[in-house]
């Protein structure tokens, strides 16, 4: 493989995206009779939920993608040879026999034929252009395969198969495959393109996706707990109860239902923490080294973790030590975070602190098991 | 090599959007029907492959999740593919050649309706050349569909005359999304989505999922009365660089029906997937169908095309047509990447 792939998910709900993220309260729920699940149940509550992805992908890009990339940072267009024929975009393989091609680069372009074209009426925000563009396969002259890009042109009537088109580079150049795109040759212009600094070597493609949805509504009934100060999970077998609950079982494999919904003590018990030492780095707000620790509420055979603690100190903090949630004044508690996602389930942003009950700690034999 | 049948098949109901179950809750139902029809007990299953993608879900690990549907404790052997459910069973049928195990359950699932699938579908493509232009599915296939009608190799009456068919056959399907009467003149007067395609010549948004049991022959002759065999399973990729291929062929698919066993014998169904009303055409001319071949007797996945399913669900309804005696021997297709760049052909066949 040609590329070293290196991608660290992001995740956020949508409303921190759009910038109203600390004034943000959730939607109250929505009641609404006409929401009918296909087992004709009547779902009392809905949590619109809606976040957005991001996967920002580095490339390397190797012997041929980078000086294809460098080049039209520098207002040039490069094919590859392969036997007799010129491929743009170049590729590190002959396509047809998987050969491993030298990259003996030629210049094409910068005008060429159009083979083939869509007209795109409503762009979405992924597209080059956010007006009405094409997109079109590009035979660049002097090359025998075409390019996919996009196409600025007036209107879908300037557009047909057969037509010259030309180059035409972004003012603000990156050394992607956007520096360029291509109109009508008799809408182009002469440009005169400084050539950059030093090899393009790596690329950046950030993939944002955004997706709405709804919480389960097992999720719900968990969320709108939270905000009436109350840990609601679901009774499993084993008389174990899981918080929060999937909705199902998945030991004994079945469904949960409303029926199976449990409110927990707001007490429990320390069974771990470490000690966050803030180190220095862009965007750090922490100063002070603070306390994580991983807290099971009385009854709960499944832990919370990553619970801060910011008013007990470090060294009065003990594994074994009993624990009380202070929720804060319902007006302020939030769950934009509460969603579907199985893997890191939160507690939303309701509780004001853990307060010591003053109990006796439980002793490190007798803590409880947590799945 | 052994002799491997599909022995059930279900699937949920395909629809525009599924809000109050998770994906777990879809499937367990799916899940729990297949293993019943399939007359092997659910522990006895040698192993269990699914097909779905994390795009989809917009979850990290969500196939892990997945897992809980099948039930995974005691522990299960167990695999996953990033690919159609098709793909999955794929994988299931190697493992059964290879002789470490007897039978398999294979899923998939997903809920496109909650992310941009078209855009979502971008990500398939070239991420140096092609991928940061956003070419989504729908201007792909859009292309395709253009290069063939400048070329006078279909017409936009021929793609909708296949969306009319499509959608009237799926009036049959009781799983089926997108189905009732249409009429050529009038859809034909609709305007373009993305020209030359209109809202008719593409696939509906769909959530759903669906589960197969394949088995080697003595126990699949065991567990079941009318187990579908499976003749042949090849699957073969064309170039990801779209300039570098006449998007008009399909040779990909050429070259694995060919290697499936398409043609050494008369075929009675073909299930083709075929998101795109122009794509059947090039899967037709490609795989060498006769007009006496009942195409997507389903629907299609014109009437429904749940991401990462709608492949696997051609093997299912074309073995369903077998099991209810429309047919001795059925083409089953999968496709996959933009403008049908990589292709599935699964030759089956009744006793």
Not at chain 1, 79 to 91: A, S, Y
Not at chain 2, 67 to 79: K, L, N, Q, T
Not at chain 2, 90 to 109: N, R, T
């Amino acid at each position: 493989m040609l590329a070293a792939k290196h991608a660290y998910p992001r995740r956020w709900p949508e409303s921190t995206k759009r910038g109203t993220g600390p004034d943000k309260i959730l939607p109250p729920p929505v009641a609404d009779s006409s929401l009918l699940s296909q087992q004709g149940v009547v779902i009392m509550a809905e949590f619109p939920i809606s976040f957005t992805l991001e996967y920002p992908y580095t490339r390397t890009l190797g012997p041929v993608i980078g000086p294809f990339l460098t080049a039209l940072r520098d207002g040039r267009i490069l094919g590859i040879r392969c036997g007799d024929r010129v491929l743009c975009p170049p590729m590190e393989f002959d396509p047809d026999t998987g050969e491993t091609l030298r990259p003996d680069l030629v210049e094409v372009g910068p005008s060429g034929t159009v083979e083939n074209w869509t007209w795109v009426a409503e762009p979405s925000r992924k597209h080059p252009f956010q007006e009405p563009f094409a997109f079109a396969q590009v035979k660049l002259d002097g090359a025998d395969t075409t390019m996919t890009h996009a196409v600025k042109a007036v209107g879908q009537a300037a557009m047909s198969t057969g037509m010259r088109v030309r180059a035409q580079f972004r003012e603000e150049r990156t050394g992607s495959i956007g520096d360029v795109y291509f109109v009508p040759e008799d809408d182009a212009r002469d440009q005169s393109i400084a050539p950059g600094e030093g090899e393009v070597e790596i690329s950046t493609h950030l993939i944002s996706l955004t997706y709405d949805d709804t919480l389960y509504p097992h999720a719900a009934r968990y969320a709108q707990g939270l905000l009436d100060g109350k840990f609601i999970g679901q009774r499993i077998s084993g008389d174990k109860i899981a918080i929060p609950g999937k909705g199902y079982d998945a030991l004994a494999r079945v469904m949960l239902t409303e029926a199976d919904d449990v409110e927990l003590a707001t007490t429990g018990t320390v069974l771990s923490y470490t000690v966050l030492t803030p180190v220095k780095y862009r965007g750090q707000t922490e100063t002070e080294p603070y306390l994580s620790a991983t807290i099971i509420l009385d009854g709960a055979g499944q832990s919370l973790t990553q619970q801060d603690i910011r008013n007990i100190p470090l060294d009065e903090f003990r594994v074994g030590m009993r624990l009380r949630a202070i929720f804060k004044p319902a007006a302020e508690r939030r769950v934009d975070d509460v969603d579907n996602d199985w893997m890191y389930p939160s507690i939303g942003d309701v509780v004001e602190r853990w307060e010591p009950t003053g109990e006796p700690d439980v002793a490190l034999d007798e803590l409880p098991e947590s799945m | 090599m052994r002799d491997v049948a599909v022995v059930s098949y279900a699937q949920t109901p395909f629809v525009r959007s599924e809000r109050a179950r998770n994906e777990v809750e879809m499937l367990m139902p799916v899940i729990d029907e297949v293993v019943e029809k399939s007359g092997i007990e659910r522990r006895k299953i040698g192993f269990t492959c699914s097909g779905s993608t994390d795009y989809l879900a917009g979850q990290s690990f969500s196939f892990v999740m997945a897992v809980d549907a099948v039930g995974a404790w005691p522990p299960i052997c167990e695999s996953h593919v990033e690919m159609d459910g098709a793909w999955a069973l794929y994988e299931a049928w190697v493992k059964i050649q290879c002789g470490e195990v007897d039978s398999a359950l294979v899923f998939s699932f997903g809920r496109s309706s909650m992310g941009e699938t078209a855009e979502t579908m971008t990500l398939q493509t070239d991420p140096y050349t092609l991928a940061p232009l956003g070419p989504d599915a729908i201007s792909m296939a859009a292309l395709q569909a253009r290069a063939g009608l400048d070329r006078g190799l279909w017409s936009e009456r021929e793609m909708a005359e296949v969306a009319v068919r499509s959608r009237r056959d799926a009036l049959r399907n009781p799983e089926a999304q997108l189905k009732g009467e249409f009429d050529v003149d009038e859809i034909l007067a609709e305007p373009y989505l993305v020209s030359p395609l209109r809202k008719h010549d593409c696939p509906p948004v769909s959530d759903g999922a669906a589960a197969a049991v394949i088995a080697a022959a003595d126990v699949a002759r065991q567990a079941c009365e009318k187990p579908v065999w499976i003749r042949g399973i090849e699957h073969r990729l064309d170039s990801h660089q779209p300039g570098s291929r006449d998007l008009t062929l399909s040779p990909s698919t050429k070259a694995a029906g060919e290697a499936a066993g398409a043609s050494s014998g008369r075929l009675d169904i073909a299930e083709l997937h075929a998101p795109f009303s122009h794509q059947e055409i090039i899967l037709k001319q490609a795989l060498g169908l006769s007009d006496s071949v009942k195409i997507n007797p389903s629907g299609g996945a014109l009437a429904a095309n749940p991401i990462l399913t709608a492949g696997l669900a051609r093997i299912g309804e074309a073995s369903r047509q077998i099991v209810a005696g429309n047919g001795r021997r059925a083409l089953a297709h999968a496709t996959s990447g933009p403008c049908l760049q990589q292709n599935l052909v699964c030759i089956l066949e009744g006793d």
